[in-house]
């Protein structure tokens, strides 16, 4: 019985031998496996810092909730909005006209090229609108959602046309 039983183990043994050798020629003959790329929520690089613009205090500021003043030094309202196209360009500035605190007034937009912001280092500055009173009054209202009628001061605003 125990020949029997190392006989047994012998063949058991040179059986796995076998296959292990085969295994072995086999990987020898393959090509490596190409080095996998780790999935880990970290890159392997990290991001490239973004590009950084310094505007001086006295270069740039918000206009939203400016007053906005005719030439003539007459109270237009201000700004409450900024209407930019589809490719980012600022096209008008929505103005709230008229009114007293907030009622009876309409919101108007005018072309931002009929604006000049030549005093607006502090926030008690106003803009200055091209327009008369007279012309903002009679201007549609502006309302969201439909077409903008937008005021111009010298007519030169060009609509835009967009393929849909």
């Given at each position: 019985?125990?020949?029997?039983?190392?006989?047994?183990?012998?063949?058991?043994?040179?059986?796995?031998?076998?296959?292990?050798?085969?295994?072995?020629?086999?990987?020898?003959?393959?090509?490596?496996?190409?080095?996998?790329?780790?999935?880990?929520?970290?890159?392997?690089?990290?991001?490239?810092?973004?590009?950084?613009?310094?505007?001086?205090?006295?270069?740039?500021?918000?206009?939203?909730?400016?007053?906005?003043?005719?030439?003539?030094?007459?109270?237009?309202?201000?700004?409450?909005?900024?209407?930019?196209?589809?490719?980012?360009?600022?096209?008008?500035?929505?103005?709230?006209?008229?009114?007293?605190?907030?009622?009876?007034?309409?919101?108007?937009?005018?072309?931002?090229?009929?604006?000049?912001?030549?005093?607006i280092a502090n926030k008690s500055d106003s803009i200055t609108l091209e327009l008369t009173k007279d012309q903002v009054?009679?201007?549609?209202?502006?309302?969201?959602?439909?077409?903008?009628?937008?005021?111009?001061?010298?007519?030169?605003?060009?609509?835009?046309?967009?393929?849909?």
């Amino acid at each position: 019985m125990r020949a029997r039983f190392l006989f047994t183990l012998i063949v058991v043994s040179l059986a796995a031998l076998s296959v292990a050798a085969s295994q072995a020629q086999n990987d020898a003959a393959a090509p490596a496996p190409p080095p996998q790329q780790k999935t880990t929520a970290s890159p392997a690089a990290p991001a490239p810092p973004p590009s950084v613009t310094i505007i001086g205090a006295r270069d740039a500021h918000g206009v939203l909730g400016r007053d906005v003043r005719s030439p003539t030094d007459e109270d237009m309202g201000h700004i409450v909005d900024v209407i930019v196209d589809r490719v980012g360009m600022v096209r008008a500035a929505v103005i709230d006209f008229g009114g007293f605190l907030g009622v009876g007034s309409r919101r108007i937009a005018v072309d931002w090229n009929a604006l000049h912001f030549g005093r607006i280092a502090n926030k008690s500055d106003s803009i200055t609108l091209e327009l008369t009173k007279d012309q903002v009054t009679a201007a549609p209202e502006y309302k969201e959602d439909t077409p903008i009628v937008v005021l111009g001061a010298s007519g030169t605003l060009q609509p835009l046309q967009f393929d849909h």
